[in-house]
């Protein structure tokens, strides 16, 4: 399989950037992660990089998309944020991280940034945010679409760096198919750009670069002075 990659990251209306994007490709394998970073102050950017320099030297070493590579990945990565923190800096970050080799794929994630897949232009699946707002919709207190405007919706359950241990949700590896797509982004881009909206810029889009270029069209349009940092990583699959 052949992974055509784009990532952004925008500051929003905040001073500062705690969002961490990358893509990096080893042999025939792909990583792909988004960290938002908790904390302020520079703490969050700290937790969001260190989560991300983590993932990738674990994934290079011993790339895999099996239940235990991405617990350990997740572990080693909680392990970095931890190692960083201090009585007055007790940052976190939150994690979804794309984990293909060949043809097999997998996700791992913690928090509220999230992974879409869609195959055919449709929408096939998405994570479940580890947040107060999705358990409230899950409980049927709210709408899916009402998470967007929850008032605690930035109450964020699960993160790197919140304890000694961390409980990350794992999907296990799945066959890729040519076509499929996966837009892994961070809680300030989901907020403004609904899933139609991702199927139909989608589907007008010749590249990755492409269809980040037309949601971030629509964030820019929405934002205002309570935006938060806006990250996301579009991976295409594609036959070789």
């Not at 055509?4 to 925008?10: D, G, K, P």
């Not at 810029?201 to 980040?212: A, F, I, R, Y």
Request: hydrophobic share 35%; with cysteine.
């Amino acid at each position: 399989m052949k992974f055509w990659t784009a990532q952004c990251s925008q500051m929003g209306a905040r001073p500062y950037n705690e969002d961490r994007v990358f893509c990096g490709k080893t042999g025939d394998g792909l990583l792909a992660v988004v960290a938002d970073g908790l904390g302020g102050h520079g703490g969050g950017a700290e937790a969001a990089q260190a989560a991300v320099d983590s993932l990738w030297k674990d994934f290079q070493e011993a790339p895999g998309t099996d239940r235990d590579t991405l617990a350990r990945l997740a572990e080693h990565a909680n392990e970095e944020v931890r190692q960083r923190q201090t009585a007055g800096k007790q940052m976190k970050s939150t994690l979804v991280a794309l984990a293909a080799v060949q043809d097999r794929w997998a996700l791992v994630h913690v928090g509220d940034s999230r992974c879409y897949h869609f195959r055919d232009g449709q929408l096939l699946s998405r994570t479940i945010d580890h947040s107060v707002s999705q358990m409230e919709a899950l409980s049927g207190r709210i709408t899916d679409r009402e998470i967007r405007f929850h008032t605690d919706r930035n109450k964020v359950l699960r993160a790197l760096g919140g304890g000694d241990t961390v409980r990350p949700e794992i999907r296990e590896a799945e066959p890729l198919q040519p076509g499929d797509c996966f837009l892994l982004c961070s809680d300030g881009f989901w907020e403004y750009v609904w899933e139609e909206e991702m199927m139909a810029d989608l589907v007008k889009s010749q590249t990755p670069g492409d269809w980040l270029g037309y949601m971030c069209g629509r964030i820019g349009r929405r934002l205002n002075e309570h935006s938060d940092n806006f990250s996301a990583a579009a991976v295409f699959c594609r036959a070789e």
